[in-house]
């Protein structure tokens, strides 16, 4: 299977792996990795029905960190319980696990569109860079035979759930409603980091093709 191995370079990952390590053997019986897996569902809905109910309470933000903080939970644990008991579920796994980290990622910005109040442009050019993120990520780890789930220069996935996280608690408690301005140079600077990274992953793949053909 194209793209089973990865490469771990994030800068939290020794603890995230120390904590696996302590966890899965707490992980209740009847407990599955499946059900670790599916759990994303609900809580993608619980964040976009919570935001859209809740407009204007800043308390929804501290709830909302705990949401993503629970996915982030069952996501670092969901294929490490499924090879600590040898469950079986390799390709599926592998399938469910990423699709619904995108699903997630899209009910994490639709969450903000709704409680902001964020123009639908705006929301969707969001969308369309983080899909931009996921397809280039798969299609490198095709070519490679090998997923970055750890980002770049030690930023990766988990890193962007605790940003996230720490956003919220700061929105909350300070009460600050970024505007439309603001949001603006979020989706900027959004835009410029996927042309970086796409331009160094071009001039790579580039050097290492010219390379084989010498």
């Known amino acids: 299977m194209s793209g089973k191995s990865r490469k771990y370079t994030s800068l939290i990952e020794p603890i995230q792996l120390h904590f696996v390590t ?6 209740p019986k009847k407990i599955e990795t499946y059900h670790l897996t599916l ?10 029905i919570g935001a859209k109910i809740f407009v204007g309470n800043p308390w929804f933000l501290v709830f909302h960190a705990f949401i993503i903080f629970t996915q982030y939970i ?18 599926w796994g592998f399938y469910m ?15 903000y569109s709704i409680y902001f109040q964020i123009n639908v442009e705006l929301t969707a050019i969001i969308i369309a ?5 996921f397809s280039q990520e798969f299609i490198i ?20 759930r605790f940003g996230v996280i720490f956003l ?32 160094v992953t071009q001039k790579s793949l580039w050097k290492q093709d010219m390379k084989s053909k010498n």
Do not use: C
């Open 22 to 27: 302590w966890a899965l053997p707490l992980i």
């Open 39 to 48: 759990l994303t569902i609900p809580l993608s809905l619980i964040l976009v």
């Open 74 to 91: 069952s996501d670092i644990l969901d294929g490490a319980l499924g090879r600590y008991r040898n469950t079986g579920l390799i390709r």
């Open 97 to 111: 696990d990423h699709l619904f980290d995108y699903v997630f990622a899209n009910a994490i910005v639709l969450s």
């Open 129 to 133: 860079v983080i899909g931009a993120f």
């Open 141 to 160: 780890g095709n070519i490679k035979g090998m997923i970055n789930t750890s980002g770049y220069y030690g930023l990766g996935p988990s890193e962007v």
């Open 168 to 199: 919220d608690l700061i929105l909350a408690f300070s009460k600050y409603i970024p505007s439309e301005q603001t949001l603006t140079v979020v989706v900027a600077l959004i835009i410029i980091t996927f042309s970086a990274t796409s331009w």
